[in-house]
């Protein structure tokens, strides 16, 4: 069953069938909530009211846009929320990251085995989410949806509701940013 149906379904009373859109995208909601807030409790709390907002609000989806368009716009007005609410902070490139390896940081199948080399990558893999994390959000978000996300400038310019213009620059200045920061952060430790 696509997802017009679903949710038309679900407008007509049958509110279980609402289960198969949470099912298709709490992995793709959870991460974005996890990457923007650096926190496993915070993301889930996320995800359980972005997909609360999307039930309550599903009479106001347009069907001209795709379901995760809409759903990437309320995970991120939750997120934007909490951050002017002060729930969410930005990190510090000091503060360690709690995340499992594994999911976030996948090995490369020949990786050889060389503890070295592994502890090595795990550790650059973190101080760029660390840099990543103290980016203000406006540059964390074209960030994370771009290169963590893998969405296309169309698909974040439709979720951030900005010229695809505006994103490009947005993108441009967070990757400068980034750079300064592993630059400063690599210049610290000599």
């Known amino acids: ?11 007509l009373g049958n509110t279980q069938i609402f289960s198969r859109l949470i099912d298709n995208y709490k992995s793709m909601v959870y991460n974005l909530a996890y990457r923007m807030s650096n926190n496993p409790h915070e993301a889930e709390d996320i995800s359980q009211e972005a997909f609360l907002r999307a039930y309550q609000s599903l ?29 969410l902070n930005y990190v510090s490139l000091d503060t360690p ?5 594994s999911e976030f940081y996948p ?8 503890p070295e080399q592994i502890m090595a990558q795990k550790e650059d893999a973190q101080t760029i989410q660390k840099a990543i994390y103290s980016l203000p959000l406006k540059y964390r978000e074209v960030l994370v949806l771009r290169h963590l996300q893998d969405l296309s400038y169309i698909e974040i310019s439709n979720i951030l509701k900005l010229p695809s213009g505006t994103v490009k620059i ?14 400063d952060r690599r210049q610290s430790q000599l």
């Open 1 to 11: 069953m696509d997802e017009l149906k679903i949710i038309e379904s679900c407008l």
């Open 59 to 87: 009479a106001h989806f347009n069907p001209s846009y795709k379901f995760s368009t809409w759903l990437y716009q309320i995970t991120l007005n939750i997120i934007r929320d909490r951050f002017k609410k002060k729930e």
């Open 97 to 101: 990251i709690e995340t499992d390896d």
């Open 107 to 114: 090995q490369p199948a020949d990786s050889t085995n060389n």
């Open 170 to 183: 947005r993108l441009y200045r967070a990757r400068e940013q980034l750079r300064k920061i592993l630059a």
